[in-house]
């Protein structure tokens, strides 16, 4: 059975950091650890997807005597639990095989291994609760060990700071989920899953959990304006474990979320989709316009994670306003395309942190400013990293057009919604996710060019070497599924089909029966898609263009000089800047959304002062939420601190009045 199987690899994963704790600090406790870890995990994704591929199998529940004494621990696989499963356990597979031969180089594997695999356990668990408490016990046990591993180097100042706001913003969303599971609850307080979905709330209860879901869910995804811990969290985090993070568990939320709204709360209302696709809309323009500020590889990949769980909240923001209308098919459309943008995320964007870890090993170095050139030194993680970068611009063949595209197509779908505020709404959301598309291609130019082209900046660049075995084999592992999920995603949407069935009572048409392996998302008349004939037509074309180049070309060799620029000293500081290369665009966007601002000094002549020249960008969440939070809470604080300094007289006097005005409150309660 899938639940066993699943149960038994959480016993695995919470038993390998029992081992890690007992033996972390021997040699071979990274590979006793990471080895154990891989194998849990591809048990877990079999048995995800073994359930998903018998499309008719019932729900499997497992009841444990663990939780509350009246309620046991209850656990449950559906389809969409079995394909979260799925999720989880492929990100945990490739991030144990990388972490074998990257966790070798680990400055603090005790700090390490004990919290990896209790993450792993977190996340598992999360997916298959079926009871409120042993949902909220996973996810702050997920939180926890986290956190943990995002204070692994905790050495280092900013990482300190990174793991303060990371467990303020999950205790902040761990609260929000609290009070929407007590008032899906009632006063019946059946806090079973099978109860929730059984009865469903009023529209008013309904209204608050949705609000309460979106921001207990949003917060761990790292929805703006919640996402102030992402960009901070995941770099400060070991390479694979970031990975993790930005790449699985962030979809955990997102699972959190469709099983709240979808499964508990009933047919949904047409204004439900408006906060959803606000926010995914407005995720997805600043999530990228973010990262294509930054001058730090792992910071740019954090922030993108923001622009991609806005596409996956405009997909889910849609399926609401077509199921609260009773468009079944293009309900179901909606929600294959955020749930297929869940699985290729979780794909692409690992192999990006893989990418990441790799460069990091190797130069000890993440500012664009200290790499370049390591196309020539590290060619095998140049090439995979470039194959994730096309993927996440979502450029065809690879598997993130796809997921794009299913998008776009619900979009054009939005005039037969009846709502006028819904056909103007869903239109300004579509040019804001073509926006973001066209940004983030901006922004992985510069990701890989300004880390792999080019001339070596520093020392540490020209010396750099290609990584381990180990690390190479997860990413091409990541990379060849970023290839067939691109170039045959026909297969994959057929599997997602019986989980829009589960929510949605609708599913797309088989793929799988179309001819020459095309998706065709609701009919042939209005769109269709063939990853394998692009693939075959670029094959062909490139191969052809080169065979021409050969043939037509002269044989003699050549040599001249490199173009300089207009600038003959060869020192690799003459090189275009990361910075130089985003200047445009932080002049057209930077001083409405970031408040940038520019600073030149130019020394006057004679004076032999350098001349100097600053970038001040802030995050408007920081400005206009946090801080006045941050400073109001101080406030109140010093306000209060006399209480501290009471007489024993005072501090009687105070409880007894508040003993007084609670027994007046609960005398005229009605």
Sequence with gaps: MTIVASLWCVGAFLGLSIVAVACARLSAASAIVYAGCLIASTVGLSAGLEHLIAASAPPQTLQLP??????????????????FLLVVNLGGAAASLFALGYGQHEQAPHRVLPFFAAFLAGMNLVVLADDAFAFLLSWEFMSLASWALVMAHDR???????????????????VALLLAFGLLAGPGGSYAFADLRSHPPSDQVAAAVLALALIGTGSKAGLVPLHVWLPLAHPAAPSHVSALMSGVMTKVAVYAFVRIVFSF?????SWWCVPVLVAGGSSAVLGVLYALNQGDLKKLLAYSTIDNIGIIFIGLGLALAFQANDLGQAAALAMTAALLHVFNHSLFKSLLFFGAGAVLGATGERDFERLGGLIHTMPVTAFLFLVASVAICALPPLNGFVSEWLTFQAVLISPQLPQWGLRFLVPAIGALLALAAA?????FVKAFGFAFLGRARSEAAKQARETDAFSVAGMFCLAGLCAFAGILPGFIIDRIAPVTQLLLDSRLP?????????????SQSRSSYNGLLVFVFILISSLGAIEAIHRLASRRVRRAPAWDCGFPDAAPSTQYSAGSFVQPLRRVYGTLIFLARETVRMPAPGDTAPASFRVDIQDLAWRFIYTPIVSSVNIVADRLNYLQYMTIRRYLALVFSALIFLLIVLASWP
């Design 265 to 269: 709360l009933g047919p949904p209302e």
């Design 510 to 522: 088989v793929q799988a029966d179309v001819p020459w392996l095309s998706i065709i998302p609701i």
């Design 439 to 443: 940004l983030a291609a901006a922004c």
């Design 156 to 174: 280092e100042p900013e990482n300190l700071q990174a793991g303060y706001i990371y467990l303020l913003m999950a205790s902040f969303g761990t």
């Design 66 to 83: 663990l939780g509350l004494p009246w309620l046991g621990a209850n656990f449950r696989v559906d389809m969409l639990s079995a394909f």
